[in-house]
């Protein structure tokens, strides 16, 4: 019977060497710097949310306010239940802050929006945007002074890169709108404040009347606003249908 083999000393071996760094496969994949994103795109997706959901909430406060309008003028003729006329009062309140809440967001959006809009148009041309970021805020944001400084501002920023006709046309469309809504608006805002220092039902119910108007039309332009802004800002996936079958002259 054979003895049995003692342990086997392993020799020296040459030291691996590769071209590259092992990963063995594990690869890490580089995160773009935060110079090179887009931060159009973002900013795009937070405002068109915020559009969408001022929308809801502005179709909802005037339905509200539209239920308070056939109130009183039932109550112009004969007397209402006591729980009616404050329920309706209660909902009007409420939902006409919820409505201040969701414009006040969606301006805020807005107003960022429109900064890094034209931060992005300016730098694509090889210049800074020569207006401070307060001054765009301002004329973005605050309320009637954005009736001209927003389409302004947009102005500025087509002016400045490539210039899209698509874009301008919709750009002008858009500013049409914005300004027949706020003229709208300052009509029924108004209404209401004659209506609270007189005790006319009469003028109480055309106020509520002009604040359902106003909240109705809000809400439209609000979700038609929504694919207006994702062209200008060059966001919008358009696909274009083509038939499944040809007809071929023979």
């Known amino acids: 019977m ?12 040459p030291t691996p060497t590769y071209a590259s760094t092992p990963h063995w496969g594990l690869v890490d994949i580089p995160r773009p710097e935060a ?10 997706d937070a405002l068109t949310r915020a559009l969408r959901l001022t929308a809801l909430i502005l179709a909802a406060a005037g339905v509200v306010h539209a239920v308070r309008y056939i109130v009183a003028v039932v109550n112009r003729t004969r007397p209402i239940l006591m729980w009616i006329d404050w329920l309706s009062s209660i909902a009007v309140l409420v939902f006409g802050l919820m409505a201040l809440v969701a414009v006040v967001m969606a301006v805020l959006a807005f107003g960022r929006w429109v ?7 300016y730098a694509a041309a090889g210049f800074v945007d020569p207006r401070p970021t307060v001054i765009v805020y301002l004329l973005s944001m605050v309320p009637l002074v954005n009736v001209v400084g927003a389409p302004w501002l947009l102005h500025e920023a087509a ?8 874009a301008d046309r919709v750009r002008v469309r858009l500013a049409i709108a914005w300004v027949l809504v706020n003229v709208l608006a300052v009509v029924a805002v108004g209404y209401r404040i004659a209506a609270w220092s007189t005790t006319s039902l009469q003028l109480d119910a055309d106020a509520l009347f002009l604040v359902a ?8 332009f609000a979700h038609w606003a929504v694919r207006r802004i994702e062209i200008i800002a060059g966001t919008l996936d358009v696909e274009v249908e083509r038939p499944a079958r040809r007809l071929v002259a023979v």
């Open 2 to 13: 054979p003895a049995p083999r003692g342990p086997r000393v392993a020799g020296r071996r």
């Open 35 to 44: 110079d090179d994103v887009d931060p159009v795109p973002v900013t795009t």
């Open 115 to 121: 900064r890094q809009l034209r931060e992005r148009q």
């Open 159 to 166: 002016v400045a890169g490539r210039r899209d006709p698509r």
């Open 213 to 220: 108007l106003v909240f109705g039309v809000s809400a439209v």
